[in-house]
C-alpha cells in the first residue's frame, strides 16, 4: 500500500466536509423551489402573445372590417391621449395553461405580461371579451383611480352586456 493514502486529508476536504450541511441545505432548497419557479415560467409563457398593437382576435369573432375599423379608432385615441388601449378575444380563459380561474386574473396577467401602458404612468388598458365564457372584462393599470373603475363597470354594463 502506497504512503499517499495514509496522509491527512487535504484542506478543502475538511472544509467541504464542515459545510457538508449547509450544501446539503442549498441543495434541498434549490431542489424543492425549482418545481415551482419552472411552473411559474410555463404559466407565464401560456398566455397568448400580443401579435397587434390594437386588436387580437384569438376567439375570431370579429370580421375583417371591423378589426380595421377598431384598429383604427385605437391608434387615433393612443396619438390623442398617449395612452396604450388593446382589444382581446378568446374563446375561453380555459383555453390557456395559465391557472387562472377568472377572467379578472386571466386579464390581469396578460396585461402585465404583455406590459400595457406607458410604464411610470401605468395607464394601460385591456378589453378582454370570452364569449365561450360569457364573460367580458376591462383591465385597468393602476395609474387609474377608483372612478375609472367605475366608468369601466358602466360602460361593461350599459354596452357591451347587452349583447351577451
Known amino acids: 500500500m502506497s504512503s499517499r493514502y495514509l496522509t491527512a486529508p487535504s484542506p478543502w476536504l475538511a472544509q467541504l466536509r464542515r459545510y457538508r450541511f449547509w450544501l446539503i441545505g442549498c441543495v434541498t432548497a434549490i431542489a424543492l423551489f425549482l418545481p415551482s419557479f419552472t411552473t411559474s415560467v410555463h404559466a407565464q409563457a401560456?398566455?397568448?402573445?400580443?401579435?397587434?398593437?390594437?386588436?387580437?382576435?384569438?376567439a375570431e369573432v370579429l370580421a375583417a372590417d371591423d378589426k380595421a375599423n377598431l384598429r383604427i379608432e385605437l391608434e387615433a385615441f393612443r396619438e390623442q391621449t398617449g395612452i396604450h388601449a388593446v382589444v382581446m378575444t378568446i374563446q375561453s380563459i380555459q383555453d390557456y395553461p395559465t391557472g387562472d380561474t377568472s377572467i379578472e386574473s386571466f386579464a390581469?396577467?396578460?396585461?402585465?405580461?404583455?406590459?400595457?401602458?406607458?410604464?411610470?404612468?401605468?395607464?394601460?388598458?385591456?378589453?378582454?371579451?370570452?364569449?365561450?365564457?360569457?364573460?367580458?372584462?376591462?383591465?385597468?393599470?393602476?395609474?387609474?383611480?377608483?372612478?375609472?373603475?367605475?366608468?369601466?363597470?358602466a360602460i361593461i354594463a350599459d354596452t357591451m352586456l347587452p349583447f351577451f
Do not use: S
Request: proline residues 7%.
Open 46 to 58: 401560456a398566455y397568448p402573445p400580443l401579435h397587434d398593437p390594437y386588436v387580437n382576435d384569438y
Open 108 to 153: 390581469t396577467n396578460t396585461f402585465n405580461t404583455w406590459g400595457l401602458g406607458d410604464a411610470t404612468r401605468n395607464d394601460g388598458i385591456l378589453l378582454l371579451v370570452a364569449p365561450g365564457d360569457r364573460e367580458v372584462r376591462i383591465e385597468l393599470g393602476r395609474g387609474y383611480d377608483r372612478q375609472g373603475d367605475r366608468i369601466a363597470e
